[in-house]
């Protein structure tokens, strides 16, 4: 996780937008987003304006994942309650998401992305992805 | 059935013409044993596997891994039969090697992992969803002659 400098941590902001990624690799997921207007090919979901913000969203709530990497269930739980009571988010599809990220990553840090640092990322997403589902009933 | 468009099809060859499948099989079976540890269990005669640089160094584990990719190169020629293409692996792996389907998918899941590091930019989520695509239908048609 150090291995991401805070230069680099800035730049991402901009990958992560593509966490609209998931709406396209996982086409299922877009019956989450029914408001969001035009989500009919690839090219529509990537440069939707509700998905980019909502993107930003999601991922800096992430970011608090970062912060706060001991205690994931505790800075999950609102959100797990949202996501179950709520919204009606079956878990399943945090740990898409988290895959996702994984793939972001990845894509963006090439070569730096070596096993070691995928290793640590896949059991980050995986604590979120379970954070997230705690709260569930 | 998995059925995949001409252009999932003419999208996964493009991508797979430009893998080099000794380097990347290497990579992928190395990955998943740092990132997954407990599927080291299937490979106890391959040597020092006491850490990630000793994985990825480990020459049985590039050999097995070119085994692995080239193999997956099969895929990449029968996309519209992968249950008869994986039918004999699939076998093998249920009655000999007794593997978990499930670690056919986290296999899956490092390949498409590796694609995105090595082609970045042009790993488009278009590209990123034909692969997917692939790869889960190879550990579908690996998990078909299970019982």
């Not at chain 1, 988010?89 to 898409?96: I, Q, T």
């Not at chain 2, 007794?98 to 590091?117: Q, R, S, Y």
């Not at chain 2, 082609?119 to 989520?125: V, Y």
Request: net charge positive; with cysteine.
């Amino acid at each position: 996780m150090v291995l991401l400098g805070e230069r680099k941590r800035k730049d991402l902001s901009l990958y992560f937008l593509q966490l609209t990624r998931l709406l396209v690799v996982y086409p299922w997921t877009q019956r989450f987003f029914d408001n969001f207007g035009n989500l009919s090919s690839a090219s529509a979901i990537m440069g939707n304006p509700k998905v980019k913000d909502h993107g930003k969203k999601v991922l800096t709530s992430l970011g608090e994942a970062i912060k706060n990497m001991d205690d994931l269930k505790g800075t999950f739980a609102h959100l797990s309650e949202l996501h179950c009571d709520r919204l009606h988010v079956d878990p399943e599809n945090f740990k898409l998401l988290g895959n996702e990220l994984v793939i972001v990553l990845a894509k963006y840090f090439g070569k730096e992305f070596t096993p070691q640092v995928q290793a640590a990322w896949q059991k980050m997403v995986a604590g979120v992805a379970i954070a997230l589902a705690h709260k569930y009933h | 059935m998995v059925h995949f468009t001409a252009e999932e099809k003419s999208t996964i060859l493009s991508v797979w013409g430009k893998v080099n499948v000794e380097e990347a099989g290497g990579e992928a079976l190395g990955r998943l044993l740092v990132v997954y540890p407990w599927t080291q269990r299937f490979f106890d005669n391959f040597g020092n596997l006491s850490s990630p640089s000793a994985i990825m160094g480990n020459p049985k584990v590039k050999a097995h891994g070119k085994k692995v990719l080239t193999s997956f190169g099969e895929a990449v020629k029968n996309m519209d039969n992968l249950k008869g293409a994986f039918a004999k692996l699939s076998e093998l792996h249920c009655d000999k090697l007794h593997v978990d389907p499930e670690n056919f998918k986290l296999l899956g899941n490092v390949m498409v992992i590796i694609l995105a590091t090595h082609f970045g930019k042009e790993f488009t989520p278009d590209v990123q969803a034909a692969w997917q695509k692939l790869v889960s239908g190879v550990a579908t048609a690996l998990a078909h002659k299970y019982h």
